[in-house]
């Protein structure tokens, strides 16, 4: 089997364990079997929840056992980490729904193949749903001190603050619960998380313990944080989510081909499946051509290979050359179209008839029509990648890809776009 635990530390993702030398050696032993909970907090996994099920998908390529879990019952009640309000509780046709769709998006990631790694998936609301108030209080409840439970980070920041209900409060007890349902269930003896799901995760190793007798471990990933300061995973539009229909594949693509020279390295590490020698590579390369953002490149390739699969990745690749002269804009299909256009300055005009100089400087890619004139004067303009000659040339129905865009150009690099309607 491979060494998982070094694995996650040269790939600089291992933040906290109960216990590293008792995990190695249990892992060393054979396959275990380990689990990480995804809660249905909106309609899509993002990308910061993705590093978190990468490390589950790390442990099944290593020979052990995945569970997926997903909170059909926490995603009721809300997870107060990380958070300084209230969260607003969704009803439970939402939260329903988010399930399904995000146990699809789960299992994407994971092996179902029958054999000694085949993975599981699950809902906690399974258990939890059958778990009466007073069985919740008498079997469950009185293991947990409540001194301890307001020592946990989660909840003391809330309470130097804006409060906390009892809610949010049970939060880490009913995940507690689904570690211990997990253990005798499907032997299971490791639960992951992000850092910030430290006190979570713990709260269920010492339940297991003091109801079962038996040590069991806990191991989380670092939160990913990005060097120019911002929050990771965010766009000026919001959340980098797995699902395309929040983030178009050409958004998702475009969002790992600008990472930061400084950041690029580690989202490789963390993020695709390439060996130690083909990151140090790409990490020289980095330093010694950075104007080549090979490692960018590679980095957008993989991550969108992996989401939204290679047909959507050569899609978005066709789409990026297209849209500066190196590749057919008709032959790009409208909803690629659409999505790439979304991420450029674009105008949206209620019919034909508008002048192209015009259009150039609504879409903002010229800060005047005095400014447009001189782009095609100077001969930098450009529509569906058609030199612009005439100063006055209006665009006509056959200048429309699918009947609704166009694609507008300024150099060599400095793309627009116009939507009719």
């Known amino acids: 089997m491979t060494d998982i635990l070094d694995e996650l530390e040269w790939r600089d993702v291992l933040a906290q364990t109960t216990d590293v030398d008792a995990l190695r050696k249990a892992l060393s032993e054979g396959p275990i079997t380990v689990y990480a909970g ?110 301890r439970m307001l020592a946990r980070e989660s ?31 499907h032997g299971c003896t490791l639960q992951l998380g992000g850092s910030d799901q430290w006190g979570n995760i713990t709260a269920g190793v010492d339940l297991i313990r003091r109801v079962e007798g038996a040590h069991v471990h ?23 989510w797995l699902d395309g229909s929040l983030t178009s594949p050409y958004a998702f693509y475009q969002y790992w081909l600008n990472a930061d020279d400084r950041d690029v390295v580690r989202f490789l590490k963390v993020f695709t499946f390439r060996s130690r020698e083909e990151v140090e ?69 209620p019919a034909l008839g508008v002048p192209y100089v015009d259009l150039l400087a609504d879409s903002g890619l010229v800060e005047s029509k005095s400014a447009a004139r001189r782009a095609v004067k100077e001969g930098g303009a450009y529509l569906n990648n058609v030199k612009i000659t005439d100063e006055a040339y209006v665009p006509t129905a056959d200048d429309l890809l699918h009947g609704r865009f166009m694609v507008l150009r300024r150099g060599k690099k400095a793309i627009g776009g116009v939507e009719i309607g």
């Open 38 to 147: 995804f809660d249905p907090t909106a309609p899509s996994l993002h990308v910061g929840n993705l590093a978190t099920l990468l490390i589950l998908t790390r442990f099944q390529r290593a020979g052990h056992r995945p569970i997926g879990l997903v909170g059909g019952a926490t995603g009721l009640i809300g997870d107060p980490s990380g958070r300084s309000t209230e969260r607003v509780l969704n009803t439970s046709d939402v939260v329903a729904e988010w399930v399904a769709r995000i146990r699809v998006q789960v299992e994407k990631f994971l092996s179902f193949e029958a054999g000694p790694t085949s993975a599981t998936l699950v809902s906690n609301l399974d258990w939890t749903a059958e778990l009466t108030a007073i069985d919740f209080l008498r079997d469950v409840g009185k293991h947990f001190p409540v001194n």
């Open 155 to 185: 909840v003391s920041a809330r309470l130097g603050g804006e409060g906390l209900s009892y809610t949010e409060f049970s939060y880490q007890i009913l995940q507690a619960n689904d570690y211990l349902e997990l253990y005798r269930r």
């Open 218 to 240: 806990a191991l989380t990933g670092k939160l990913i944080t990005k060097a120019d300061g911002t929050k990771f995973g965010k766009t000026a539009g919001g959340a980098v």
């Open 281 to 349: 590579a790409l990490e020289k390369a980095v330093a010694d051509r950075p104007f080549a953002r090979e490692a960018q490149r590679a980095l957008a390739e993989d991550m969108t290979t992996l989401v939204h699969g290679e047909a959507e990745l050569a899609a978005v690749v066709a789409a990026s050359k297209a849209l500066f002269g190196q590749g057919s804009l008709e032959e790009l299909p409208a909803a690629t179209l659409e999505a790439a256009l979304a991420e450029v300055p674009r105008a949206t005009v």
